[in-house]
């Protein structure tokens, strides 16, 4: 088991700093000299690192990783290796292992009848303390302590005849920033301070003192929203997760356009003057909804994006096509006549059909004979006049496909597949010729 008051072991020097597993042996050496004076010495973190050339950050991330045993002794808990991991230094709305030290033998004396004839204030002085500082850790920490306190004095007829608890005026200056934090709405303590014009330390106090269960349900709160980051609802610190107002005033413009126009993010960060990079970061971040709204991917809140679903065109690009395509679905003209009419340039017209439009550009490649079959637009129109020249006159077929510059076998083959009836037709008249 854990001791708290045990005194740091001296076996923490240069060999048991290279016994150190799992750290790569450069790093080792590199804070060898700074965890022997840290394990041995009290002098400060900071000063350990200018004595020997490394960095704060990085002998605390070492030592909190490799060395936690030695962390939590310079705190007054004093353990092995293999206990150090299981043991938080701060744990919330908790006493530190130094603070707890610190005063243990105050709190102890106030929770002892050899002490009952002090007040606090002379505890504390016994002890070196600080009174005020001594009853707001009796007050956070150890409040049974204070009620013992006043019920034994009072029955030993020790009572000074004060006033306990809460002063009126307390309560009236922070009542209304009480109630607003027992609202349904979340609010910070500092909002609420804010909004009520009072202290924020002053009332945390007195809300840590005297109102101990609505802290406690706050702080249970928190705890649910541990982890989760939703627009408009709290985070495990009890802030709303939202853009600051100034962030919002910066995309206002930006996000309408983006909200109510085809137009792309790039061009409506250009025109509003704001950062393409911070503008798409700021959709992503807080408008994910209208995103794929514009990409037709279903979006839920927490859950997360399949973008394999993106459409792979612009929001503007369908509204450049959007009245042409709609054209020709009532089936009025050709792709290349409706193209000339809305001043597209009809080859990408045709690639942006095949490519978002396949069952439209697929019907659009077909033309229906007479017979009811569908045959493609270009061997229709390839075929178009010696169709005709073959059904109108006598003409043999071998000097139809000479005149048009077509192949004899391809127009017979043709013929078969799409004017199966002309093709009998003119087998029944030739023998009678």
């Given at each position: 088991?854990?001791?708290?008051?045990?005194?740091?072991?001296?076996?923490?020097?240069?060999?048991?700093?290279?016994?150190?597993?799992?750290?790569?042996?450069?790093?080792?050496?590199?804070?060898?000299?700074?965890?022997?004076?840290?394990?041995?010495?009290?002098?400060?973190?900071?000063?350990?690192?200018?004595?020997?050339?490394?960095?704060?950050?990085?002998?605390?991330?070492?030592?909190?990783?490799?060395?936690?045993?030695?962390?939590?002794?310079?705190?007054?808990?004093?353990?092995?290796?293999?206990?150090?991991?299981?043991?938080?230094?701060?744990?919330?709305?908790?006493?530190?292992?130094?603070?707890?030290?610190?005063?243990?033998?105050?709190?102890?004396?106030?929770?002892?009848?050899?002490?009952?004839?002090?007040?606090?204030?002379?505890?504390?002085?016994?002890?070196?303390?600080?009174?005020?500082?001594?009853?707001?850790?009796?007050?956070?920490?150890?409040?049974?302590?204070?009620?013992?306190?006043?019920?034994?004095?009072?029955?030993?007829?020790?009572?000074?005849?004060?006033?306990?608890?809460?002063?009126?005026?307390?309560?009236?200056?922070?009542?209304?920033?009480?109630?607003?934090?027992?609202?349904?709405?979340?609010?910070?303590?500092?909002?609420?301070?804010?909004?009520?014009?009072?202290?924020?330390?002053?009332?945390?106090?007195?809300?840590?003192?005297y109102h101990k269960g609505l802290v406690?349900?706050?702080?249970?709160?928190?705890?649910?929203?541990?982890?989760?980051?939703?627009?408009?609802?709290?985070?495990?610190?009890?802030?709303?997760?939202?853009?600051?107002?100034?962030?919002?005033?910066?995309?206002?413009?930006?996000?309408?356009?983006?909200?109510?126009?085809?137009?792309?993010?790039?061009?409506?960060?250009?025109?509003?003057?704001?950062?393409?990079?911070?503008?798409?970061?700021?959709?992503?971040?807080?408008?994910?909804?209208?995103?794929?709204?514009?990409?037709?991917?279903?979006?839920?809140?927490?859950m997360p994006v399949d973008w394999s679903?993106?459409?792979?065109?612009?929001?503007?690009?369908?509204?450049?096509?959007?009245?042409?395509?709609?054209?020709?679905?009532?089936?009025?003209?050709?792709?290349?006549?409706?193209?000339?009419?809305?001043?597209?340039?009809?080859?990408?017209?045709?690639?942006?059909?095949?490519?978002?439009?396949?069952?439209?550009?697929?019907?659009?490649?077909?033309?229906?004979?007479?017979?009811?079959?569908?045959?493609?637009?270009?061997?229709?129109?390839?075929?178009?006049?010696?169709?005709?020249?073959?059904?109108?006159?006598?003409?043999?077929?071998?000097?139809?496909?000479?005149?048009?510059?077509?192949?004899?076998?391809?127009?017979?083959?043709?013929?078969?597949?799409?004017?199966?009836?002309?093709?009998?037709?003119?087998?029944?008249?030739?023998?009678?010729?």
């Amino acid at each position: 088991m854990c001791n708290t008051l045990s005194p740091v072991s001296s076996d923490t020097g240069l060999e048991k700093c290279k016994r150190t597993r799992g750290a790569k042996p450069e790093t080792v050496e590199k804070y060898c000299r700074a965890i022997e004076l840290y394990a041995t010495t009290s002098m400060p973190c900071i000063e350990i690192c200018r004595t020997c050339g490394v960095t704060v950050a990085g002998l605390q991330a070492y030592i909190g990783k490799y060395h936690r045993h030695l962390l939590l002794a310079r705190n007054g808990v004093t353990c092995d290796s293999k206990e150090a991991a299981g043991i938080k230094l701060n744990t919330f709305r908790r006493q530190k292992p130094a603070t707890r030290l610190k005063y243990k033998k105050a709190i102890e004396a106030c929770d002892s009848m050899d002490y009952i004839e002090m007040n606090v204030s002379q505890i504390a002085r016994k002890f070196g303390l600080d009174g005020t500082n001594l009853g707001r850790q009796l007050r956070t920490h150890y409040p049974e302590v204070l009620e013992f306190r006043e019920r034994a004095r009072m029955r030993l007829g020790l009572n000074d005849n004060l006033p306990r608890g809460s002063r009126s005026s307390c309560k009236e200056q922070y009542a209304a920033a009480v109630e607003l934090l027992k609202g349904d709405q979340y609010i910070t303590v500092q909002e609420a301070a804010k909004c009520c014009d009072v202290s924020y330390t002053g009332l945390e106090q007195h809300l840590l003192f005297y109102h101990k269960g609505l802290v406690g349900k706050r702080i249970r709160t928190r705890e649910k929203a541990l982890r989760q980051q939703r627009k408009g609802k709290i985070t495990g610190r009890g802030t709303v997760h939202a853009p600051s107002p100034a962030i919002e005033e910066k995309y206002a413009a930006a996000l309408e356009l983006y909200r109510t126009t085809p137009m792309s993010a790039a061009r409506i960060a250009a025109e509003t003057k704001v950062s393409r990079k911070g503008f798409y970061e700021y959709l992503q971040t807080w408008h994910k909804d209208l995103v794929c709204a514009r990409k037709g991917i279903s979006y839920e809140e927490g859950m997360p994006v399949d973008w394999s679903k993106t459409r792979k065109y612009n929001p503007a690009t369908a509204a450049k096509y959007a009245a042409a395509i709609r054209k020709l679905k009532e089936g009025n003209g050709t792709t290349a006549a409706v193209a000339a009419e809305f001043g597209l340039h009809p080859e990408t017209f045709r690639s942006y059909l095949k490519e978002h439009e396949p069952e439209l550009h697929a019907r659009l490649g077909m033309v229906k004979t007479a017979g009811g079959k569908s045959m493609a637009c270009h061997s229709h129109e390839k075929y178009k006049e010696a169709v005709n020249l073959y059904k109108t006159t006598s003409e043999p077929l071998n000097s139809i496909a000479r005149r048009c510059g077509l192949n004899n076998c391809a127009l017979r083959g043709f013929l078969k597949r799409h004017y199966p009836e002309l093709v009998e037709r003119r087998r029944k008249q030739e023998p009678s010729a």
